[in-house]
T-cell receptor
Framework: DSGVTQTPKHLITATGQRVTLRCSPRSGDLSVYWYQQSLDQGLQFLIQYYNGEERAKGNILERFSAQQFPDLHSELNLSSLELGDSALYFC??????????????FGQGTRLTVV | DAKTTQPNSMESNEEEPVHLPCNHSTISGTDYIHWYRQLPSQGPEYVIHGLTSNVNNRMASLAIAEDRKSSTLILHRATLRDAAVYYCILRTSGTYKYIFGTGTRLKVLA
């Protein structure tokens, strides 16, 4: 158990809908990362938050947004869903930056299926 | 973003050592080398990281070339539970991303 909790574990929704994925980081971790993993794209970095502020952005679509709340949990919002958005979405967290050797801890992921 | 190159797949016999190579010829002086692995149906799991010197932990060893343009993850005695995709990642200083490549799928034969 990595200590990172993602809910829900599975989500099935229709095209055009909007969903929210939730992530609770490990206790004390200030950084939260979101990744998308699809069969043909591998693990794609989406976005990172540190203590409530956006720190880095990757290949995140404009239809997707994220935020980190004062209690440090994070939500990834996916809207106007398309079939191609079906994927595993992982959240990871890491401790306050003590250098670039900090390891990240990943949750078990949310499997999103868009039908 | 600095990139890494790994073989797509490797096979090993159970109880034997495994050497997983990674090339990172564009590495910069302050980039850390991280290794993660992803077991089937699970999220990636940290294995080991290093900067310049070789590193050992309970899971594996990391051997870093003197010029830092390549590294090797060493599993001393492969078990069936080590079958996974192994990712070599450069943690680029000045950014906050872990950029995953395609990884090496390790198959362990009983």
């Amino acid at each position: 158990d990595s200590g990172v909790t993602q809910t829900p574990k599975h989500l099935i929704t229709a095209t055009g809908q909007r969903v929210t994925l939730r992530c609770s980081p490990r206790s004390g971790d200030l950084s939260v990362y979101w990744y998308q993993q699809s069969l043909d794209q591998g693990l794609q970095f989406l976005i990172q938050y540190y203590n409530g502020e956006e720190r880095a952005k990757g290949n995140i679509l404009e239809r997707f947004s994220a935020q980190q709340f004062p209690d440090l949990h994070s939500e990834l919002n996916l809207s106007s869903l398309e079939l191609g958005d079906s994927a595993l979405y992982f959240c990871a967290s890491s401790a306050p930056e003590a250098g670039w050797g900090t390891e990240a801890f990943f949750g078990q992921g949310t499997r999103l299926t868009v039908v | 973003d600095a990139k890494t190159t790994q073989p797509n797949s490797m096979e090993s016999n159970e109880e034997e050592p495994v050497h997983l190579p990674c090339n990172h010829s564009t590495i910069s002086g302050t980039d850390y080398i991280h290794w993660y692995r992803q077991l089937p149906s699970q999220g990636p799991e940290y294995v080991i990281h290093g900067l310049t010197s070789n590193v050992n932990n309970r899971m594996a060893s990391l051997a870093i070339a003197e010029d830092r343009k390549s590294s090797t993850l060493i599993l001393h005695r492969a078990t069936l539970r080590d079958a996974a995709v192994y990712y070599c990642i450069l943690r680029t200083s000045g950014t906050y991303k872990y950029i995953f490549g395609t990884g090496t799928r390790l198959k362990v034969l009983a």
